[in-house]
């Protein structure tokens, strides 16, 4: 199905983007422009915030925590790191199994489901908007997340990355946990009911989001990023020691094995959200590396 005009950007430029000869198989970002929402009517229902995992959602807790507004994690714990003191939901008393696709138990926190797999659901009846990312941005971004990632101390090893990512791809045929969940999920139940009113790209998160918030004349907006939010999951004990920057894990590192396994996973997602897809043979660096040597 056609994601809904109002909640995402002129998809035509999405597809003329990943039609250009001059991207490179490793440039998977959105170059869509950005959504205006202040051209939308003035809506009427209360809106909440449905946090899929690694697309800046901890940044948008803590933003709107300061204004006494409880979103995602902060409707169900106290978490004084992000300012949120005064938790009104209790926690599901079971998960809608039938509304979970392919027979699979969701084994994540309510805050990361997509809310009509809990029972109840807290947010029926209101708006609700999404954040999205390249997928393969986002797990990448999943390797370093504190609460899920890799805990190594070798972290900077891109074997023991793509290890760590071939696994945890290979088992949401298994199990879904909130982390590196679908996130066309998020937008249609399985019978392709539309579930989310609004979606901002995370690759213009600052705009839209302050954009959708003046729309729903909400005073949250959404901080510039720093160091310290750009980092704060991010720790390397040499690094800390004041020793030479580890290497990170970008895009260009996973592996021809995981970009298939990535593009067979997150299918729907770069079919609905309009992400460039990386083909299927390409090389990664180390290979091209190789190749060159010989």
Not at 174 to 185: F, R, V
Not at 212 to 218: A, K, P, S
Not at 225 to 245: I, M
Not at 247 to 261: C, F, G, L, R, W
Request: aromatic letters at 10%.
């Amino acid at each position: 199905p056609d994601v809904p005009r109002k909640v995402l950007t002129d998809r035509s430029s999405s597809k003329e983007d990943k039609n250009s000869n001059d991207q490179s198989p490793t440039d998977v970002s959105s170059r869509s422009k950005s959504t205006k929402f202040s051209s939308l009517p003035k809506p009427i229902n209360k809106l909440e915030f449905v946090h899929i995992t690694k697309t800046g959602g901890s940044a948008i807790e803590a933003a709107a925590a300061k204004h006494g507004i409880m979103w995602g994690a902060c409707h169900y714990w106290k978490i004084p790191y992000e300012g949120c003191e005064t938790p009104d939901w209790d926690m599901p008393k079971g998960r809608n199994h039938d509304l979970i696709p392919g027979n699979l138990k969701y084994m994540g926190e309510p805050w990361h489901a997509p809310p009509t797999w809990n029972k109840p659901n807290p947010m029926e009846g209101a708006d609700k908007f999404i954040i999205v990312r390249n997928p393969y941005e986002r797990v990448v971004s999943e390797y370093y997340c504190s609460a899920f990632g890799y805990k190594g101390d070798d972290a900077s090893d891109v074997d023991v990355f793509n290890t760590w990512l071939g696994g945890n791809l290979t088992s949401l045929s298994e199990k879904l946990q909130g982390h590196m969940l679908p996130q066309h999920y998020y937008i249609y139940d399985k019978d392709g009911h539309e579930l989310i009113q609004h979606i901002v790209r995370y690759e213009h998160l600052k705009e839209e989001f302050d954009s959708l918030m003046e729309l729903y004349d909400i005073p949250v907006r959404m901080p510039e990023k720093n160091a310290k939010t750009v980092n704060h999951t991010y720790k390397n004990k040499k690094n800390l020691r004041g020793g030479d920057p580890p290497k990170k894990m970008t895009v260009a590192d996973i592996s021809p094995e995981n970009v298939q396994k990535i593009n067979k996973v997150y299918a729907k997602d770069f079919e609905i959200l309009g992400y460039p897809m990386i083909p299927a043979g390409y090389l990664s660096r180390e290979q091209g590396n190789m190749l060159a040597k010989e």
